[in-house]
């Protein structure tokens, strides 16, 4: 167990819906990671937030967008879903933004869209 | 722009072989070096690191590493496989200075054969 939780598990929904996958990081992690992972693409960072901040961006879609709140929770918010959205999405995060900065990852949330 | 070559996508072995999978980085600067595992269901697990001193790095589970600059590469090592250690594995980069975000490779997949 990483520390790091993510909910839902699963989520099965269909073309064109809206989602939110949530991350809860490490206890004292300031900084969450978002990470796609499918069969084409392989794994993927998508977007880094610190301490409510956005950090960095990677290859996310305009279709998809994040935010870190108060709490250091993060959501990923996707929108529109399409077939090749189906993947899992992995949340990480680290205590602070340094590349020295080990990364420890959630479980996952497994995306269908059909 | 920065890449992460895993050769080989699908390795079979016996128990007791000897492992060995090939990773190369294509970024010139300074990076961090890194190798997770991902068993059969669950989130991805960090194996070991590299930043920076004795290139050969020791991890968990009897896993090594060694970082050859001149190569540009950082294989991962076991000198005897146990059927525990089926699962895929990752080489992941981060460069110095620019943020944390981890660049994967495209994954190994391991089956050790009892």
């Known amino acids: 167990d990483s520390g790091v939780t993510q909910t839902p598990k699963h989520l099965i929904t269909a073309t064109g819906q809206r989602v939110t996958l949530r991350c809860s990081p490490r206890?004292?992690?300031?900084?969450v990671y978002w990470y796609q992972q499918s069969l084409d693409q392989g794994l993927q960072f998508l977007i880094q937030?610190?301490?409510?901040?956005?950090?960095a961006k990677g290859n996310i879609l305009e279709r998809f967008s994040a935010q870190q709140f108060p709490d250091l929770h993060s959501e990923l918010n996707l929108s529109s879903l399409e077939l090749g959205d189906s993947a899992l999405y992995f949340c990480?995060?680290?205590?602070?933004?340094?590349?020295?900065?080990?990364?420890?990852f959630g479980p996952g949330t497994r995306l269908t869209v059909t | 722009a920065q890449s992460v070559s895993q050769h080989n996508h699908h390795v079979i072995l016996s128990e007791a072989a000897s492992l060995e999978l090939g990773c190369n980085y294509s970024y010139g600067g300074t990076v961090n070096l890194f190798w997770y595992v991902q068993y059969p269901g669950q989130h991805l697990q960090l194996l070991l690191k590299?930043?920076?001193?004795?290139?050969l790095v020791k991890g968990i589970k009897g896993f090594e590493a060694e970082f050859i600059k001149s190569k540009f590469s950082f294989n991962l090592r076991k000198p005897s496989v146990q059927w525990s250690d089926t699962a895929e594995y990752f080489c992941?980069?981060?460069?110095?200075?620019?943020?944390?975000?981890?660049?994967f490779g495209g994954g190994t997949r391991l089956m050790v054969k009892p």
């Open positions: 206890s004292g992690d300031l900084s």
């Open positions: 992941a980069v981060t460069r110095l200075n620019a943020g944390n975000m981890l660049t």
């Open positions: 590299y930043f920076s001193g004795d290139p």
């Open positions: 990480a995060s680290s205590e602070e933004t340094g590349s020295s900065y080990e990364q420890y």
């Open positions: 937030y610190y301490n409510g901040e956005e950090r």
